[in-house]
Nanobody, 115 residues
Framework: QVQLVESGGGLVQAGGSLRLSCAAS????????MGWYRQAPGKQRELVAH???????DYADSVKGRFTISRDNAKNTVYLQMNSLKPEDTAVYYC?????????WGQGTQVTVSS
């Protein structure tokens, strides 16, 4: 089992910044991919960004140039730095970890961007 705990959400004005953290514990060896997803009210959960064990990253088009995903292997933590936030970024943000054949999810953290 893998446990994921997110933190760092909150309320911010448009144009502001937030940094989300996701601390992984448990059977974390062989986790080959970690990422952030988000789900806005009435919408499907969507990928925001992911990072491989080798450090390769990928982003949704809507956040490219504004969000940065990174990881600290010594702390078993993944971060999502979110800059130039927009009201449409408002959602519950979930951390995910993939270790074949399972995907593990955190409990989610609310991000609200006011206009």
């Amino acid at each position: 089992q893998v446990q994921l705990v997110e933190s760092g959400g909150g309320l911010v004005q448009a144009g502001g910044s937030l940094r989300l953290s996701c601390a992984a514990s448990g059977s974390i060896f062989s986790i080959n991919l970690m990422g952030w997803y988000r789900q806005a009210p009435g919408k499907q959960r969507e990928l925001v960004a992911h990072i491989t064990s080798g450090g390769s990253t990928d982003y949704a088009d809507s956040v490219k140039g504004r969000f940065t995903i990174s990881r600290d292997n010594a702390k078993n933590t993944v971060y999502l730095q979110m800059n130039s936030l927009k009201p449409e970024d408002t959602a519950v943000y979930y951390c995910a970890a993939a270790r074949h054949p399972n995907i593990y999810w955190g409990q989610g953290t609310q991000v609200t961007v006011s206009s």
